[in-house]
């Protein structure tokens, strides 16, 4: 499937883990990097990202968001001045419908894509973003993601 009409709003990483493995702890402090590109590389995840190279053929080698979802969030909620990049996912889109991609690969940019899983929001949604974070985005927190090919992924717009 080839998922034409995808926008890439934005484009994250970061080289640790802030809420992964903190349960009971406080969260950590590493930087959320905003960049124009990322090396998609096959089956290892993204150059430079937290989770490359984690494990084999792990399913959230890339993540995905949805701005209209984060949009939708931030006037339920009331929430200001934070960036979608506050849920910790790689690409930011606009114009795909994430879930829809469960189960299916897919091609952005000519880059191709196993959809996997649901991205599920934990608790920590409601600290990174608002109250109320994990509850609004349960059964649209983004897609989980295996990469099939190594190629660059860029923002456009």
């Known amino acids: 499937?080839?998922?034409?009409?995808?926008?890439?709003?934005?484009?994250?990483?970061?080289?640790?883990?802030?809420?992964?493995?903190?349960?009971?702890?406080?969260?950590?402090?590493?930087?959320?990097?905003?960049?124009?590109?990322?090396?998609?590389?096959?089956?290892r995840g993204i150059e430079g990202d937290r989770f490359f190279d984690f494990k084999e053929n792990?399913?959230?080698?890339?993540?995905?968001?949805?701005?209209?979802?984060?949009?939708?969030?931030?006037?339920?909620?009331?929430?200001r001045g934070k960036s979608a990049g506050s849920a910790r996912r790689n690409v930011v889109t606009a114009g795909v419908d994430l879930n829809s991609l469960i189960g299916q690969e897919f091609e952005v940019q000519g880059v191709h894509f196993a959809g996997v899983s649901e991205c599920h929001p934990c608790y920590w949604m409601d600290l990174a973003i608002a109250p109320g974070a994990q509850k609004f985005l349960a059964g649209r927190g983004g897609l989980r993601a295996r990469i099939l090919s190594d190629k660059i992924l860029s923002a456009n717009s």
Do not use: W
């Open 58 to 79: 792990y399913s959230g080698q890339i993540t995905f968001f949805s701005s209209e979802v984060f949009d939708e969030l931030c006037i339920s909620l009331r929430v």
């Open 1 to 43: 499937m080839r998922a034409n009409k995808v926008m890439i709003r934005n484009l994250f990483l970061s080289p640790g883990h802030n809420f992964f493995g903190h349960r009971g702890q406080p969260p950590g402090e590493n930087p959320l990097i905003e960049i124009p590109e990322i090396r998609c590389v096959a089956g």
